[in-house]
C-alpha cells in the first residue's frame, strides 16, 4: 500500500492498478524503449539524463518502462518536492543517500530491481551533476533523470558537468512509424520494413498509407494529441490539446527573462511555425525589434526544443557540421500538428493539408523524420544547401549523410514537380545520386539533363531515388539496398571552403 505522503513519488508496480488499467487503456509505444531496454541489460551502464520538449512523453515512457522491467520504482518530482532536493545536494555518500531516501518513501532500493526516476531536474540543477556519483559509486543501480527546459540549465550550469559520467538521450514527438503503431497499422510498417527498390509496390497499401500520412499531418505526434484521436477517432478535439499545448508553451517563457523577451520568444515563436521551410530574415520578423534580440529568442526556442535551425551547409564534405554557417538557416517547428493549429488550418482541409502552403507541412514532416530516424544517443542536426547566384539560384530542402556519403533531398507536396535545384547540386558538387520524397509510389532509375548553370548548360546523368513521404523512417535501409548505394561520390573531407 502506497505511504500517503509518497504517492506523487513511489509506484509499487505490482499493485499500482490505476497506472495499470491507464497503460492498459492506452499504451504507447515509443521506439526509444529499445533503448533503455538494451541500456538496463548492460554490464557497464550510466545514468541516463533525457532531453526534450515540453510534453513529447519523456514521463510516461520511463514509467511505462519501470512497469514492465522493474520490481520497483522510485520517482522523485523535484517541481513537486522541493524538500528532496538539499537532500541531494548535500549527501557525501551515494549509498547513504540511497538509504535515506528508502526510509523517507518506505521503499527498500535494491540495485538491479529498482529503478530511479528524477524527474523535472532542472528545478534543483545541483542534482545534476550529483548524477556522476550514481556512476562512480553504485553503477549498478539504474537512475534515470528528466526536464523540461532542461537544455537550458545545462548551459547555464555553474557546477562542473559530469562529462562521460552520464548519457544523453533524445526524445521527440510520435514519429509517423510510432503513430501507425497506436494506429493499428504494425503490419504496414512490416511491409515498408521489408521492402527492397525495384520490387513491386501495392497501390491499395499505398492509399491507405497515404491516408494515414493525411491524419497524422493535422493530429501530428504530441502523445495526448495521439491518444484522444486513437481513444475516439475525432480529429477535432485534437485542435483543444494543441492549443491547451501552445499556451502552456508560451507560460514557460516567463521563465526566459524580461517581459520584453517573452514578447520576442512568442513572435518568433509563431513566425517559425508559419514560416516552415523558408530562410529566415529578421527584417521578415520585424523592422522595429533588433536583428540581436530576434537572434537570442531563436537561440532559446531551439534550447527548449521548440524548433530546430537547419542550417546551411556548403555539403562539401563530411561532416556536414564542418561546412556550415550557423547565420543560415530555416526553422523547422516541433511538431507538425501544432504548425497546423498555429496556422488555423482547418479540419476541413484535411485532404488538401499535405499541399498545402507550397508544400511547406510536407517539408516540415520530412525534417520532424530525419530527427527521430538518428540514434537516440545523438543531438542531431539538419542541414540544407542555398546557392544565390544571378540567374542561378537553388535549393535543396535537406541535406542528408549516410555512411561518409552525402545525398541531397527534394521535398514535393505532390506527385510531381520541377528538380532543377538537385540538378544544379549534383553537378556542381559532382555527386552521382539525388533522393526525392513526394506522394507516389517508390520508384528509383538512372536520368540524364541538361542543367543550365548561369550563361552555360551542362549534361548531367544522375541516380534518383524516388520515395512517398511516408517511407523517409526506412531511407538508410532503401538507400543501403539500392543499385546506387556504392556509386554516390564519397565526399571528401578536406574541401573547407562555404560558397
Keep these: 500500500m502506497l505511504k ?16 495499470a488499467f491507464y497503460v492498459k487503456l492506452f499504451k504507447m509505444e515509443r521506439e526509444i524503449t529499445h533503448s533503455l531496454v538494451d541500456w538496463k541489460n548492460r554490464a557497464k551502464r550510466k545514468p541516463i539524463l533525457f532531453r526534450g520538449a515540453r510534453q513529447v512523453g519523456k514521463t510516461y515512457t520511463v514509467e511505462e518502462f519501470a512497469r514492465n522491467h522493474f520490481t520497483n520504482f522510485l520517482k522523485i518530482n523535484l517541481e513537486l518536492q522541493k524538500d528532496i532536493c538539499p537532500l541531494l545536494t548535500s549527501t557525501n555518500s551515494i549509498k547513504s543517500l540511497i538509504t535515506e531516501l528508502g526510509l523517507y518513501f518506505d521503499i527498500e532500493i535494491i540495485p538491479g530491481k529498482t529503478l530511479l526516476f528524477i524527474d523535472e531536474i532542472q528545478s534543483c540543477p545541483e542534482a545534476i551533476a550529483l548524477l556522476r556519483y550514481f556512476y562512480e559509486e553504485m553503477p549498478e543501480l539504474h537512475v534515470i533523470a528528466a526536464g523540461s527546459l532542461l537544455d537550458h540549465t545545462l548551459s547555464e550550469m555553474k557546477y562542473s558537468m559530469p562529462v562521460g559520467r552520464i548519457e544523453f538521450l533524445y526524445m ?3 514519429s509517423f512509424k510510432e503513430f501507425l503503431i497506436v494506429s493499428g497499422g504494425r503490419k504496414l510498417i512490416s511491409y515498408l520494413e521489408a521492402y527492397k527498390p525495384g520490387e513491386a509496390f501495392s ?12 491524419i ?25 490539446i494543441h492549443n491547451e499545448i501552445i499556451t502552456s508553451l508560451k507560460y514557460d517563457f516567463a521563465k526566459y527573462g524580461t517581459r520584453k523577451q517573452q514578447e520576442y520568444l512568442e513572435l518568433v515563436m509563431l513566425y517559425s511555425a508559419k514560416n516552415v521551410g523558408n530562410k529566415v530574415k529578421y527584417s521578415n520578423i520585424s523592422k522595429e525589434i533588433r536583428s540581436l534580440n530576434l537572434k537570442e529568442a531563436f537561440h532559446k526556442l531551439e534550447l527548449s526544443r521548440i524548433i530546430h535551425l537547419i542550417r546551411y551547409s556548403n555539403a562539401g564534405g563530411v561532416p556536414l557540421s564542418n561546412h556550415n554557417k550557423d547565420d543560415i538557416f530555416k526553422p523547422l517547428f516541433f511538431d507538425i500538428g501544432l504548425v497546423n493549429t498555429i496556422g ?13 502552403n507550397e508544400g511547406a507541412l510536407a517539408e516540415q514532416f520530412i525534417g520532424q523524420e530525419l530527427l527521430t530516424a538518428e540514434k537516440t544517443y545523438i543531438d542531431p542536426q539538419l542541414f540544407y544547401w542555398i546557392r544565390e547566384k544571378k540567374n542561378s539560384n537553388a535549393e535543396v530542402d535537406y541535406i542528408f549523410q549516410h555512411n561518409n556519403k552525402i545525398y541531397p533531398i527534394e521535398v514535393k507536396a505532390g506527385k510531381t514537380g520541377s528538380l532543377k535545384s538537385l540538378h544544379v547540386y ?47 523512417f526506412v531511407l538508410p535501409e532503401i538507400i543501403d539496398s539500392s543499385p546506387f548505394s556504392g556509386v554516390q561520390q564519397i565526399a571528401q573531407t578536406n574541401v573547407s571552403s562555404i560558397k
Design 172 to 174: 521527440y514527438p510520435m
Design 426 to 472: 549534383l553537378l556542381e558538387k559532382k555527386f552521382h545520386t539525388g533522393i526525392r520524397f513526394n506522394l507516389d509510389m517508390p520508384n528509383y532509375g538512372n536520368f540524364s539533363t541538361k542543367v543550365r548553370i548561369g550563361n552555360s548548360t551542362e549534361e548531367l546523368n544522375y541516380n534518383l531515388i524516388s520515395l512517398p513521404l511516408y517511407m523517409c
Design 216 to 240: 497524422y499531418f493535422f493530429v501530428g505526434g504530441m502523445p495526448e494529441a495521439v491518444k484522444y484521436y486513437i481513444s475516439d477517432g475525432k480529429l477535432n478535439e485534437t485542435s483543444r
Design 344 to 356: 488555423k488550418i482547418q479540419l476541413i482541409n484535411i485532404q488538401k493539408l499535405i499541399t498545402m
Design 203 to 214: 497501390e491499395l497499401l499505398h492509399r491507405k498509407l497515404i491516408e494515414y500520412l493525411r
Design 4 to 19: 500517503h505522503n509518497s504517492l506523487l513519488a513511489y509506484y509499487s508496480l505490482k499493485h499500482n492498478s490505476l497506472l
